[in-house]
């Protein structure tokens, strides 16, 4: 059982009163919230002109800098066009067996019995993957010693003080945030040094002939938002997989019928939708990322609700996804619901419009990857623990995602 104890709950209340639109206000905070298929596709479609994503004194941006995820217009545009080849569907049989890297050596550390924090577990293996498939790098002798600094940086862009009283200095992040500038700046070093490109994420940017801070900031982007979402979705997935032994005795039965114990590959992952189907429903209760931040660059309107120039808005996902009156017994866990495709709008896990997640693929794919081998090679069940939601850098079980493995 997991307890609800975030402002998501207020959230909720606030939506169960108010409806699709309100304010939600908190002393220094104030944002729109809005939710349900109308205004995800509101706000999905609006261009930064009429919606934008930066905001100067939010932490996320004092981070990322110029990273693709907190500019608008044309310094995103470029960088998006710069890097989507990397994303493309032909470099994702690569990444696969990166994943699967990553994956035989977290497995490997479990004992044949075993009860594993899945939230640590999945964070090594998707920091291994992701540093691996986008910038060809072994990180497995770097992990341990830029550990707390990664964990840092997170802490430094989850929702906090930081809310309330803007622009407070926050010292206590200072050495941290420079040893991962240090490492990236060390990355970026070495492969200069290279007379030709890998065909990876780095290459792209080298190419491209960026600054060093350009590249410093895409590859702390694709890091951070590349990595933390995966843990928390694949932490969820295991916690809830665990719960489910139906669901989880079904797809093993699928997954060992088509697979035997041979790795999964691009091509046999996409005959075995039972693990998207529970991957989805994972997302549609636990999205790890619960809302989209946006700024009104004008006067908006939303369904008559008025929304003021320089007013936050949020788009929140995690209501669109519990919203009863788009998803039948919303508080189930129910991966057949996804036999059906859900209507527009209504399922945003990764956002939509031109500014769609751009490592959608690479995620749905990690995440039924990983699973199908932990299906193949493990059971889980669950751990009685005392665990409630967090809101930090992305939604995750708290204290811990504790789960028992048995190998098979
Ligand atoms: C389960 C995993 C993931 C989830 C749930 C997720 C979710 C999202 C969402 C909701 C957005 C749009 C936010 C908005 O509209 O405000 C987004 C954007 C983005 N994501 Fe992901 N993401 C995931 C994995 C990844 C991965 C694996 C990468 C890179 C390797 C990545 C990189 C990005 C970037 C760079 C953007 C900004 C895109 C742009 O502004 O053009 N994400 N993600």
Same mark, same amino acid.
């Given at each position: ?7 998501? #709950? ?15 206000? %908190?002393?220094?905070?104030? #944002?729109?919230?809005?939710? =349900? #298929? ?28 110029? =990273? ?10 470029? @960088? ?18 990166a994943m699967t890297w990553a994956t035989d050596i977290t497995l490997g550390q479990w004992a044949p019995t075993d009860e594993r924090d899945m939230l640590n577990d999945m964070r090594r293996l998707t920091l291994l993957a992701l540093m691996k498939a986008l910038f060809n790098i072994d990180f497995s002798q770097r992990i ?15 929702? =906090? ?70 843990? #928390? ?49 994972? @997302? ?19 369904? =008559? ?8 808005? @949020? ?55 990983? %699973? ?29 995602? %504790? ?6």
């Amino acid at each position: 059982m997991v307890r609800q104890r975030t402002p998501l #709950a207020a959230l909720e209340t606030f939506h169960s009163h108010y409806g699709n639109a309100f304010q939600a206000n %908190l002393p220094g905070f104030s #944002a729109t919230v809005l939710s =349900g #298929a109308d205004a995800c596709r509101f706000v999905l479609s609006a261009t930064s002109e009429t919606l934008a994503w930066r905001h100067e004194t939010d932490p996320i941006a004092k981070l990322l800098n110029q =990273g693709m995820l907190v500019t608008d217009a044309a310094a995103h545009d470029e @960088m998006r066009r710069i890097m989507t080849p990397a994303f493309h569907r032909k470099m994702l049989s690569t990444y696969s067996d990166a994943m699967t890297w990553a994956t035989d050596i977290t497995l490997g550390q479990w004992a044949p019995t075993d009860e594993r924090d899945m939230l640590n577990d999945m964070r090594r293996l998707t920091l291994l993957a992701l540093m691996k498939a986008l910038f060809n790098i072994d990180f497995s002798q770097r992990i341990d010693p830029l550990w707390e600094p990664i964990l840092k940086s997170l802490k430094y862009i989850s929702p =906090g003080a930081w809310l309330l009283w803007t622009n407070v200095p926050r010292p206590g992040y200072k050495k941290a945030l420079a040893q991962i500038d240090t490492y990236l700046y060390a990355v970026i070093e070495k492969r200069r040094q290279q007379t030709e490109q890998p065909a990876d994420l780095l290459g792209l940017l080298i190419d491209a002939e960026l600054s060093d801070s350009l590249i410093r900031d895409q590859l702390l982007t694709m890091l951070i938002a590349g990595h933390d979402t995966c843990t #928390a979705l694949l932490a969820w997935v295991m916690l809830l997989v665990a719960d489910h032994p139906d669901v989880q005795n079904e797809a093993r039965a699928t997954v060992l019928q088509t697979l035997g114990t041979a790795a999964p590959t691009i091509e046999t992952l996409k005959t075995l939708p039972v693990l998207d189907n529970i991957v989805n429903e994972t @997302m549609r209760l636990y999205p790890p990322v619960h809302a989209g931040n946006r700024f009104a660059a004008q006067d908006l309107t939303f369904d =008559g609700y008025h929304i003021p120039k320089g007013q936050r808005v @949020m788009y929140s996902i995690y209501l669109t996804h519990r919203d009863p009156q788009l998803w039948p017994d919303p508080l189930q866990f129910r991966p057949q619901r996804f036999e059906t495709k859900p209507a527009a709008f209504t399922f945003v896990p990764f956002g939509g419009g031109s500014r769609i997640c751009i490592g959608y693929r690479f995620a749905q794919i990690e995440a039924a990857l990983v %699973l199908a081998r932990v299906l193949q090679n493990w059971q889980l069940t669950p751990v009685a623990q005392k665990q409630h939601l967090h809101m930090g850098a992305t939604l995750e079980p708290r204290p811990k995602a %504790l789960v028992r493995v048995t190998a098979l």
